[in-house]
């Protein structure tokens, strides 16, 4: 189970931080990803991070729209993982999604959503 929060409301420029917090572990490696949708649009890529399993290494991946701005972290030990979402414009505006899986793309569990929604 998968359970985001830290979404509201939010003026451009300013920041958020998005929590998902997971239940279970896993012995393999495994993919934590954020995704977001807006009103009529396709749920779009926001950024990943890649744990390798027992190296405990790690990577992150962002989407072009956010790199530099939007930062993926984890807390293994509150199994939970984070994205610090800097700089926001209001085309940031969208249901924000965790998911987990085994490889990226291949997602197999999905959070309800948190809405962030920036002012201009």
């Known amino acids: 189970q998968l359970v985001e929060s830290g979404g509201g409301l939010v003026q451009a420029g300013g920041s958020l931080r998005l929590s998902c917090a997971a239940s279970?572990?896993?012995?393999?490696?495994?993919?934590m990803g954020w995704f977001r949708q807006a009103p009529g649009l396709e749920r779009e890529f926001v950024a990943r991070?890649?744990?390798?399993?027992?190296?405990?290494?790690?990577?992150?991946y962002y989407a072009d729209s956010v790199r530099g701005r939007f930062t993926i972290s984890r807390d293994n030990a509150q199994n939970t993982v984070y994205l610090q979402m800097d700089s926001l414009k209001p085309d940031d505006t969208a249901v924000y999604y965790c998911?987990?899986?085994?490889?990226?793309?291949?997602?197999?569990?999905w959070g309800q959503g948190t809405l962030v929604t920036v002012s201009s």
């Open positions: 279970g572990r896993t012995s393999s490696s495994y993919v």
């Open positions: 991070i890649t744990v390798r399993i027992p190296w405990n290494s790690e990577s992150t």
């Open positions: 998911a987990f899986g085994l490889a990226p793309g291949r997602y197999n569990y």
